[in-house]
C-alpha cells in the first residue's frame, strides 16, 4: 500500500464544489469514480481545500492510497486520459504514509480577479468578478495591509461552530490592476470559510468610497461579521498554490 499525492488543477464552473454532495457532481466525486476505475480498487481522496461551487485551482491538493502497482508518479498521466477536460492532474507523486495534505504546515495562495468597466465581458463572467463601479486600487492596497500579519478574522469569515479558533496569518495582499482587470492576490498559512471573498467583498467597499481603508483595524477588533463588506461571488476565486513547508511532505 502507498500513498499518492495529486496537484489537481479544475475549471470549477460546472462542479457543485470540491466536497462530494448526494445530489451533483464534484471535483472530489470525479477524482474517486475516474481512480477507482484505473487503479481497479475503490478509491477516496482526501482533499487539502474544499473549494466552493464555481471556485477554481490551479494547485489544489489531494492524496489517496492504492495497492496499485502503477508507479505514483505516472498516475498523473494515465488519470488525465479519463478525466473532463475541465479537470487536469499537474502531478502524482508518493508521500509517506502519514502525509495528510490538511494537517501539515502550508502557505496558500488564493487569487481573485474584478473585470472593472462600464458594462461586463462575457468572455471574462466565469473567471471574474464584474464590478462597474470605479475603484480605487490604491485604496484598497491600503486597507489590505492593515489584514496583513496575524489576527483574529472572526469579522472575515462565515460562521462554522465546530471552528473554535479563528486566528490566521496573512503573509502578504497585493492589489494590482492591468488595464480593465484586477486582482488581488493573497498568502497566508490558512484560511477561514469564505475567508478570501469576504477580504475581497470588503475591498470592494474601500475602493468604491463606500467605506475607509483606516476603518480595517476597527472590523478586525470588532469580531462581528456584519462590520465586514458583502462575500464576493465565487467565480473570480482561483487556489493559486498549495506550498508544503519544510517540515512537511512534499
Partial sequence: MKRVKLTVAYDGTNYCGWQVQPNGVTIES??????????????????????????????????????SRIPAEKISYALNTRLPEDI??????????????????????????????????????????????????????????????????????TNKPEVTDRVRTIYSIDVVRDGEMITIRVRGN???????RIIV????????????????????AARDRSRAGDTARPQGLTLVQIRYLPDAAS
Fill in 30 to 67: 470525479e477524482l474517486n469514480r475516474h481512480l477507482s476505475e484505473l487503479l481497479g480498487e475503490e478509491i477516496r481522496v482526501i482533499g487539502a481545500s474544499r473549494t466552493d461551487a464555481g471556485v477554481h485551482a490551479r494547485g489544489n491538493v489531494a492524496v489517496f492510497d492504492t495497492s
Fill in 190 to 196: 490558512g484560511f477561514l470559510y469564505n475567508m478570501v
Fill in 201 to 220: 467583498g470588503t475591498l470592494l467597499r474601500v475602493g468604491s468610497k463606500m467605506m475607509e481603508p483606516e476603518e480595517i483595524p476597527e472590523i478586525l
Fill in 88 to 157: 487536469r492532474i499537474q502531478e502524482s507523486c508518493e508521500v509517506p504514509s502519514d502525509f495528510h495534505p490538511r494537517f501539515c504546515h502550508t502557505e496558500k495562495t488564493y487569487e481573485y480577479r474584478i473585470c472593472n468597466r462600464r458594462f461586463p465581458d462575457p468572455c471574462a463572467r466565469l473567471y471574474s468578478l464584474f464590478y462597474y463601479w470605479d475603484l480605487d486600487v490604491d485604496r484598497m492596497q491600503r486597507a489590505a495591509d492593515y489584514l496583513v500579519g496575524t489576527h483574529d478574522f472572526t469579522s472575515f469569515c
